[in-house]
């Protein structure tokens, strides 16, 4: 059984920088998508980004392209959202998610992904 625990979210001035993990257990990651959402009180969860857990290519959603990174580590299986330049947009809670690839889907919709950590909260002051 897939298990995800995030950490590191925190209380952060617009600007600064954070890194949340995602630590990931049950199997192996091979031919999986590990993707980060966000969700803040009153809107959607949505994406932020995800990588391709064999080749390690991320790819993020437009709000954090150039600010936030994405990268996993295969020794140890966890998974990292570097974000920086923080902005108070930003405040939300962060989840870990993680989907089969089969060859077909997409990886950035929500609805496509079975697996989940509990979130963790990032809060970003003007």
């Known amino acids: 059984q897939v298990q995800l625990v995030e950490s590191g979210g925190g209380l952060v001035q617009a600007g600064d920088s954070l890194r949340l993990s995602c630590a990931a257990s049950?199997?192996?990651?091979?031919?999986?998508?590990m993707g980060w959402f966000r969700q803040a009180p009153g809107k959607e969860r949505e994406f932020v980004g995800a990588i391709y857990w064999n080749t390690a290519n991320p790819d993020y959603a437009d709000s954090g392209k150039g600010r936030f990174t994405i990268s996993r580590d295969t020794a140890k299986n966890p998974m990292y959202l570097q974000m920086n330049s923080l902005k108070p947009d930003d405040t939300a809670v962060y989840y870990c998610?993680?989907?089969?690839?089969?060859?077909?889907?997409?990886?950035?919709?929500?609805?496509?992904?079975?697996?989940w950590g509990q979130g963790t909260q990032v809060t970003v002051s003007s």
């Open positions: 049950g199997r192996t990651f091979s031919n999986y998508f």
């Open positions: 998610a993680a989907r089969r690839w089969y060859g077909s889907g997409s990886y950035n919709s929500r609805n496509e992904y079975n697996n």
